[in-house]
């Protein structure tokens, strides 16, 4: 199972894909808020968004899970 | 008679010569046919084959070809020590047998070594440091471990001729436990990705003595040396690519002047890259690649700390090196791996008097409890010192935001850059209008009526916006000259070329005590 993570603490600004939607390998999919900076976190797989674990203000930690990822057969 | 006797003397002398030469030709094929077969199957290339890649064609003298040839087993005591050129230039050279004994240290392999360094030093020559070595003999430690002339001198000497000679290491195998330290100590360690590891515990011996059960890869590979531990400058995909850096990297500490160059045909785009709002990622990579030469952008450390650029460039032929904040990557905030990353730079820069250029655009240093408990402090503190230490010429441009100690590190006005350019975009302040606007009315903010609370933050903001606008920095005389970012290139070549004769004795004392 692929995971895309938080590059950085802060707070989630904008979702940008939905359940089921299809990504590449580079493709921006949420942007974070931190240091006053919009932060694009970009998925480092090809996938289906299978879960989204955050919604749009939340805080979240370096590290921490954002999007679940099933891979493409 | 006489001429008999010379006759004899010359025939024993040829025969003496043929023997030399069949010696000479043996010792110089290294290990047993069985490792060079090993070394093959893991895309390894021979010792003197690398040397063959690495040095100007037939410039190469060697020392100590017969180090232990009275054993059988070991010629040259597995390692090649010697002088040649690189492009015409004079360099030293200390490259690993990994055929021999795994291109273990034995007595004379350290002596070899320590003697090179020695060489190095004498010439004024760079020294590269071709390693692929599992360390130590173990049945040697005592003649090559302990004493004034053992391994340990290896390190000493490398320490004293930091920054008097440049010391590059190209990491073809391994390189364990004290062997670990001879990258450490260089100026840039170029790893070949899957061959090339580092580590003072090996995973046997970490499993033994720790109980962790890793891989090689996991423990000390090149990939995670290169983008985690910071230890690696570049990731080569193999021997030729590493060999092919270590040229290219030294190329830009060599002289210059004269070179031919071209400007690069992505300036007039400048201006859209760069974006008006500050908080909005742009690739500061292609504002780089619009300044410099073209072609001539040597990223180091390209895959660690990426939310901070170092690389070398070239300005009308002449070597700079580039400090860029990456908004791109984690907003471009500094954090204590990219603040060490610049410290190192500038120091490397200093040292080999190549001229400094800053890109400023940062939101400033990262805080949160996480970056506090690893001592950013004391990271940024690393940063602020080096570049204040650093007597090259120096330039800063502020491209966008300089805000807090960002601006400090990235040096700001007070530490003493040759002079600070502001492009339109540009905005200093301690913190972003935001922020400053939050932290000053915080309590008036609170008291009012919730309707009339954003009107009241816009009408702050816009104040704020005025009161560090760049053209009023520019008139307070913070910043000395402001250009269009098509100017940019211009400006910088004009004036690296103004400030080139500059002396400047930052201090005369022995040495700091350096924050670390």
């Keep these: 199972m692929a995971k895309v993570e938080a590059t950085i603490v802060g707070i989630v600004s904008k979702i940008l894909v939905s359940i089921g939607e299809e990504i590449q390998n580079g493709q921006e999919v949420l942007i974070l808020e931190s240091m006053k900076m919009l932060i694009p976190v970009e998925s480092t797989k090809n996938g289906k968004v299978k879960a989204i674990h955050v919604k749009e203000s939340d805080f979240v930690n370096e590290g921490e899970v954002l999007i679940e990822l099933e891979e493409i057969s | ?516």
């Design chain 2, 1 to 516: 008679m006489l001429f008999e006797k010379r006759e004899s003397h010359s025939l024993e002398g040829s025969r003496k010569m043929s023997e030399l030469n069949e010696k000479s030709k043996r010792l110089q094929l290294g290990g047993h046919s069985k490792y060079h077969e090993r070394s093959a199957e893991q895309g390894k290339l021979f010792v003197r084959k690398r040397l063959e890649l690495l040095l100007d064609e037939g410039s190469f003298v060697e020392d100590g070809l017969f180090a232990n040839s009275i054993e059988e087993e070991l010629p040259a005591d597995g390692v090649i020590t010697g002088v040649g050129k690189i492009n015409g230039s004079v360099v030293c050279i200390m490259a690993n047998d990994s055929t021999v004994k795994a291109g273990s240290w034995g007595k004379r392999t350290v002596e070899k070594i320590i003697r090179i360094q020695e060489t190095a030093e004498k010439l004024r020559a760079p020294l590269f440091y071709l390693v692929d070595s599992a360390g130590a003999r173990i049945t040697d430690q005592l003649e090559m471990f302990p004493g004034r002339r053992g391994a340990g001198r290896i390190f000493y000497n490398q320490v004293k001729l930091s920054g008097v000679i440049p010391q590059i290491c190209l990491l073809f195998g391994p390189s364990a436990a004290g062997g670990a330290y001879i990258p450490a100590f260089c100026d840039v360690v170029i790893m070949v990705d899957k061959n090339a590891s580092m580590y003072l515990g090996s995973p046997r011996m970490a499993e033994m003595v720790i109980g962790q059960k890793v891989s090689l890869e996991q423990m000390g590979g090149a990939r995670m040396h290169c983008s985690v531990s910071g230890c690696g400058d570049f990731l080569a995909k193999d021997e030729p690519d590493a060999i092919r850096i270590a040229q290219l990297y030294y190329s830009y500490l060599q002289k210059s002047n004269g070179m031919d160059f071209e400007s690069s045909d992505t300036l007039d785009s400048l201006t859209s890259i760069i974006p008006k709002e500050q908080n909005v990622p742009f690739d500061m990579k292609q504002v780089i690649h619009a300044l410099v030469d073209q072609n001539s952008c040597l990223e180091i450390k390209e895959l660690f700390a990426p939310e901070l650029i170092t690389a070398f460039g070239r300005l009308e032929g002449k070597s700079i090196g580039i400090i860029a904040n990456q908004s791109k990557i984690k907003g471009g905030v500094l954090f204590g791996d990219s603040a060490d990353k610049a410290a190192r730079f500038i120091t490397l820069c200093d040292a080999y008097q190549i001229p400094l250029l800053f890109l400023v655009d940062v939101p400033g240093f990262m805080i949160g409890t996480q970056v506090e408990r690893a001592g950013i402090i004391r990271h940024g503190a690393k940063m602020i010192a080096a570049m204040s230490e650093a007597t090259v010429p120096k330039i800063s441009v502020i491209v966008r935001k300089a805000y807090g100690a960002g601006l400090y590190a990235m040096a700001g006005p007070a530490f003493e850059p040759d002079c600070c350019i502001a492009l339109p975009t540009a905005q200093i302040a301690v913190m972003g209008p935001e922020a400053a606007v939050n932290a000053v009315y915080h309590n008036q903010i609170q008291a009012l009526e919730p309707e009339e609370r954003e009107p009241f933050i816009q009408s702050k903001r816009m104040a704020y916006q005025e009161d560090i606008h760049i053209y009023r920095l520019a008139s307070e005389l913070i910043v000395d000259v402001m250009v269009e970012p098509e100017d940019l290139r211009n400006e910088l070549a004009k004036r690296y070329d103004l400030y080139s004769e500059k002396q400047l004795d930052f201090s005369r004392r022995k040495h700091p005590i350096y924050p670390v």
